[in-house]
């Protein structure tokens, strides 16, 4: 039988039984003015299980960075068990963890429609950066959807159909989101030289075959000890604090945040 | 050769053959590369996987004293919990030598049978391994032998097995070729990362997942 991110997707987030921490309405009522959302779109298909436990565990780092964090989920079938199951926030160690939006959007329009409403709740706790689940047969133009898409997220190994498999997302990316600026982390190496030759690969094809550049961002390490981490129910950087694995993940959140937000205001950067 | 003085079964206990689980892997007649040992499964912990040549997985068991009430139990219920994991494990460590599609083989591993267990382990395609320990004056050395039973077809596998679980074996699909690739360094490379190249080289780094092992 075919594995199923469903079948896996309960893992890498907290249980029933844990106590929230930082309850949304408590969070929200520390509001002091409107902060604005980013989406960080990552597309995912039904089996994408280790970007998922990339996408958790970042989202909670980006919290630990004392950033508001909401960890965006659609209404797609393949997500549905996610919706049914997860409290509203989650629990880290010294300070709040990400929210989970749950969105009931079919499509790329509607769930863009649901983070621009998302941006419009504000938030006392500064900045949100949005990761965001977006299935990837949702990546299509549409007018409503391409601000979604402005911020991509994509990763992606040495391996020759993953590079296949990113360039391919890329160009539907653009198509669906012509000024978009995608960004890519590259996981599933030994070395620092394997990811920036993977990376490089990647930002050549797509500034020859597509004209668009490649931000990157960074590379994450050890993805066993990130899943088995999820599995678990706790961020890699709590289970292991000091792993490589999790310098490398506080490495990617710190460049997401930082290439998102406006140092001066701290806010985020507004999609263009 | 090493003076054996004095040869008999030994209780060991689970930790001291997880302890020298791959060498006994790598010596047996159809050598098996150790993948993972005691990693969680369904309610306890698998002993050990491993791949064959043909990139098959291997769940192992160890029937042992302190081990499983019900070893061949076990044993089935972990394959299941097993079998749809495989692709995950690929999706981490794509390195990993493992053939996607391929129905894990069963062995278990023991001292000793009992008639019962050898015919339940035919009947279910379970294989089964023979610990032997022996006394020498360097200390105590374990063997790993093939049951007389089996020992005249140790690569082939139980027809049962064959009707009764999983597709046949296919070749795994090859990756589609790369299309011209730019050069592989650029001295304007936009990568970015805060590591340092030594931290990744450090000798006490875990991979990325269990390798060569």
Redesign the interface.
């Known amino acids: 039988?075919?594995?199923e991110l469903s079948?896996?997707l309960d893992y890498f987030l907290p249980g029933r039984d844990e106590t929230p921490a930082i309850p949304v309405e408590a969070a929200r009522a520390q509001e002091n003015g409107l902060r604005g959302l980013l989406p960080l779109a990552v597309p995912v298909t039904e089996?994408?299980?280790?970007p998922v436990a990339f996408v958790w565990n970042l989202a909670i780092e980006i919290a630990r960075a004392a950033r508001h964090a909401v960890l965006l989920i659609p209404d797609d079938p393949t997500l549905q068990p996610l919706r049914e199951s997860l409290p509203p926030t989650t629990r880290i160690a010294g300070g709040g963890g990400p929210e989970f939006a749950f969105s009931g959007a079919d499509d790329l329009g509607a769930l863009a429609r649901d983070a621009r409403e998302l941006g419009r709740t504000p938030h006392g706790r500064g900045p949100t950066l949005a990761p965001t689940l977006v299935p990837t047969r949702w990546i299509r133009p549409d007018p409503d959807g391409a601000s979604l898409l402005q911020h991509p997220v994509l990763f992606a190994?040495p391996?020759?159909?993953?590079?296949?498999a990113t360039q391919a997302l890329l160009e539907r990316i653009f198509e669906a989101a012509p000024h978009a600026e995608p960004g890519v982390t590259?996981h599933?190496v030994?070395?620092?030289?394997e990811?920036?030759?993977t990376?490089?690969?990647l930002?050549?094809?797509c500034e020859?075959s597509l004209g668009r550049?490649?931000?990157?961002?960074?590379?994450l390490?050890?993805?066993?000890?990130i899943?088995r981490a999820a599995v678990e129910r706790r961020p890699v950087t709590a289970a292991k604090p000091n792993?490589?694995a999790s310098?490398?993940l506080t490495?990617v959140a710190?460049?997401l945040i930082e290439d998102h937000t406006d140092p001066a205001e701290g806010h985020p950067v507004a999609p263009q | 050769m090493r003076p054996i003085v004095a040869g008999r079964v030994a209780q060991l206990r689970r930790a001291e053959i997880l302890e020298c689980l791959e060498g006994l892997l790598g010596a047996s007649p159809e050598p098996l590369r150790l993948i993972v040992r005691d990693v969680q499964g369904l309610g306890g912990p698998i002993d050990a996987v491993a791949c064959d040549a043909t990139g098959t997985p291997v769940l192992i068991g160890i029937a042992t004293p302190d081990g499983a009430a019900d070893p061949l139990g076990s044993l089935l219920a972990q394959r299941a919990w097993l079998a749809?994991?495989i692709?995950?494990w690929l999706?981490?460590?794509?390195?990993l030598p493992f053939r996607p599609d391929v129905r894990p083989r069963m062995l278990l591993l023991a001292g000793q049978w009992e008639a019962a267990t050898l015919a339940a382990a035919a009947e279910i395609g379970v294989e089964l391994g023979r610990l032997r320990a022996l006394e020498t004056v360097e200390g105590t050395v374990v063997g790993l032998e093939t049951p007389p039973e089996r020992a005249s077809s140790a690569t082939e596998r139980p027809p049962l097995e064959r009707a009764s679980f999983g597709p046949e074996r296919t070749p795994p699909e090859a990756?589609?070729?790369?299309?011209a690739?730019?050069?592989?360094?650029?001295p304007d490379?936009?990568?970015?990362?805060?590591?340092?190249?030594e931290?990744?080289?450090?000798p006490s780094?875990?991979?990325?997942?269990p390798r060569g092992r």
């Open positions: 039988m075919a594995r079948d896996v089996r994408d299980v280790v190994t391996e020759a159909s993953s590079l296949h590259i599933g030994d070395s620092i030289q990811a920036e030759r990376f490089d690969r930002s050549l094809r020859t550049p490649l931000r990157s961002y960074g590379l390490l050890d993805d066993l000890q899943y792993s490589l310098r490398a490495d710190r460049l | 749809p994991r692709r995950d999706q981490l460590n794509p390195q990756p589609p070729p790369e299309p690739t730019p050069p592989l360094a650029r490379s936009g990568f970015r990362t805060g590591l340092r190249a931290d990744l080289d450090s780094r875990p991979r990325s997942a």
